[in-house]
C-alpha cells in the first residue's frame, strides 16, 4: 500500500473509507453497514440538537433494535472541550465505536474522540456541507482560531439522499463551494510545487480538479429539494475526500481560498457558512491567479451559494480585512497569496470580482 507522511514527518497509511453508501433511506441500513464492519456492540451516536431528532435516534433505534448497546450524546460546538467530555463518556460507556450523525461540527467531534480511543468511526451526515464529511482530517475551534487535525477517515459514509435533500438548502449550496475551491486549491499546489518543490500528486490534482470541473458544468442542476443534486454533491464530496487521502494533506481541496475563509473566521463577528466563504474566496483567488473568476462566480449564482460580501452576510471592511490577514493563517503552505497583500490591491481584488461594491 502507498504510504504518505504528514507534516511531522511520520508514516502515515492512505486512509480510505470502506464502505460509502449513497441513496434513499440508506439510514436504515446503517446497522447493516455496522455487521459488515463487525461492530455489534456498545456504539456511541455523537448528534446534534436539531439533527437528533432528524436521524440520530433513528440511527440509535435501529441499533436498539438490532441488540446493540447503544449511548446517545448531544455535542453543541467542535470544541477540544467538547471532544473531551465525550471520550471521557465513551470511556466510562466502554463504547467499541463511534457515530457521527449530524452535521460538520458534530462529525468533526466524533472523529476526533474516535481516533484519540483508537476506535473505529462511522459518520453519517444530515447535510452535504463540505468534505469533512468523508476526510481524515477535523476541524477544532478555540475562540476564533480553528485548527485542522489530523484523524483517522471514517470506516464508513452513509450519506442518505432524503434527509440531505430536505436540509436547508443553503448547506448543500455551501458544499458546493466547497467543491468548486478545488480549483484555485490545485492552483496554489501547483505553484507551490513549481516555485518550491513541494511534494505534490498527479493524481490527487487531477481528481480534485476534474471533481470541481463536472460540478460546475452541472450547476445548473444543483436545485433545492432534489434528491438527484444531493447524489451529485455527495458524489463529489466524497472524490474529493479521496483525493485528500491520496495526497495524505487538504492541499488538494484547501488553498488560498481556505486561508482566506479562515482568516474571515477570526475577523467577521458573524462568519458564513465555511463552503459559502470558500466559493467567495475561490472567485477572489481566481482573479488573483489570473484565471476564470466570472466562470467560478457564475456557477456559484446558478447554484444559488453567495457570490458577494452582501450575500455572505459579511460586513466589506471583513472582506478586505480578511484578504490582507489571509496568507498567515498557514505560513507554511505557498499560495498565490505570496507574502501577502497590500490593503488597497486587497480593496482592488474585492472590487473588480464585484465581491464588495
Ligand atoms: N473536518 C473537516 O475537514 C472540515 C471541518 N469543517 C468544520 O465543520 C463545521 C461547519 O460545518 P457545517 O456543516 O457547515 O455547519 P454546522 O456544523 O455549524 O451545522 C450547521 C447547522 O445545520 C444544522 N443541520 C444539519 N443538518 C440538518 C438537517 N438535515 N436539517 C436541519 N438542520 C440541519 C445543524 O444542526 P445541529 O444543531 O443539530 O448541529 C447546525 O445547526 C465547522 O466547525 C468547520 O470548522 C469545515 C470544513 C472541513
Ligand atoms: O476544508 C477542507 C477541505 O475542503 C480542509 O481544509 P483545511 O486543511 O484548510 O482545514
Ligand atoms: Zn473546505
Not at 446534534?48 to 447503544?70: R, W
Not at 470541481?212 to 432534489?226: G, M, V
Not at 467577521?268 to 473568476?293: K, R
Amino acid at each position: 500500500m502507498d504510504v504518505t507522511h504528514d507534516m511531522n514527518g511520520q508514516k502515515k497509511w492512505m486512509q480510505l473509507p470502506r464502505n460509502v453508501v449513497i441513496g434513499n433511506g440508506v439510514i436504515n441500513e446503517v446497522r447493516d453497514v455496522c455487521t459488515d464492519l463487525k461492530l455489534i456492540d456498545n456504539a456511541l451516536v455523537v448528534t446534534g440538537k436539531s439533527t437528533k431528532g432528524i436521524a440520530g435516534e433513528i440511527v440509535q433505534d435501529s441499533l436498539q433494535d438490532a441488540g446493540q448497546n447503544v449511548e446517545l450524546v448531544i455535542s453543541e460546538s467542535a470544541s477540544m472541550k467538547e471532544v473531551e467530555r465525550i471520550r471521557k463518556h465513551a470511556i466510562e460507556s466502554g463504547t467499541r465505536y463511534f457515530l457521527g450523525v449530524g452535521s460538520g461540527k458534530t462529525i468533526d467531534v466524533a472523529k476526533l474522540a474516535a481516533t484519540e480511543l483508537e476506535v473505529p468511526f462511522i459518520s453519517v451526515p444530515t447535510a452535504a456541507s463540505h468534505d469533512g464529511i468523508v476526510s481524515s482530517r477535523a476541524s477544532i475551534k478555540d475562540g476564533r482560531t480553528t485548527t485542522s487535525i489530523q484523524a483517522n477517515a471514517p470506516m464508513a459514509v452513509i450519506a442518505d439522499t432524503e434527509i440531505i435533500a430536505n436540509a436547508p438548502y443553503r448547506l448543500l449550496a455551501a458544499g458546493c463551494g466547497d467543491i468548486i475551491s478545488n480549483c484555485t486549491a490545485v492552483l496554489d499546489w501547483q505553484l507551490a510545487s513549481r516555485l518550491q518543490n513541494v511534494q505534490f500528486s498527479e493524481y490527487a490534482a487531477a481528481l480534485a480538479s476534474m471533481t470541481a470541473q463536472i460540478l460546475i458544468d452541472s450547476a445548473d442542476s444543483i436545485k433545492p429539494e432534489l434528491e438527484s443534486s444531493v447524489r451529485m454533491v455527495v458524489k463529489a464530496l466524497v472524490s474529493s475526500g479521496v483525493a485528500m487521502s491520496i495526497a495524505g494533506s487538504s492541499r488538494p481541496a484547501s488553498g488560498s481560498e481556505h486561508m482566506f475563509s479562515h482568516a474571515l473566521d477570526r475577523v467577521a463577528d458573524e462568519p458564513a457558512l465555511h463552503g459559502e466563504q470558500c466559493g467567495v474566496g475561490t472567485i477572489l483567488m481566481m482573479y488573483l491567479h489570473g484565471g476564470d473568476w466570472k466562470r467560478i462566480s457564475d456557477a456559484l449564482k446558478l447554484i444559488g451559494a453567495p457570490t458577494t460580501a452582501k450575500e455572505l452576510g459579511i460586513e466589506d471592511k471583513y472582506i478586505l480585512e480578511a484578504l490582507v490577514l489571509s496568507h498567515t493563517i498557514r505560513p507554511e503552505r505557498y499560495t498565490i497569496l505570496g507574502t501577502g497583500l497590500t490593503p488597497d490591491a486587497a480593496e482592488i481584488v474585492a472590487r473588480k470580482t464585484k465581491v464588495i461594491s
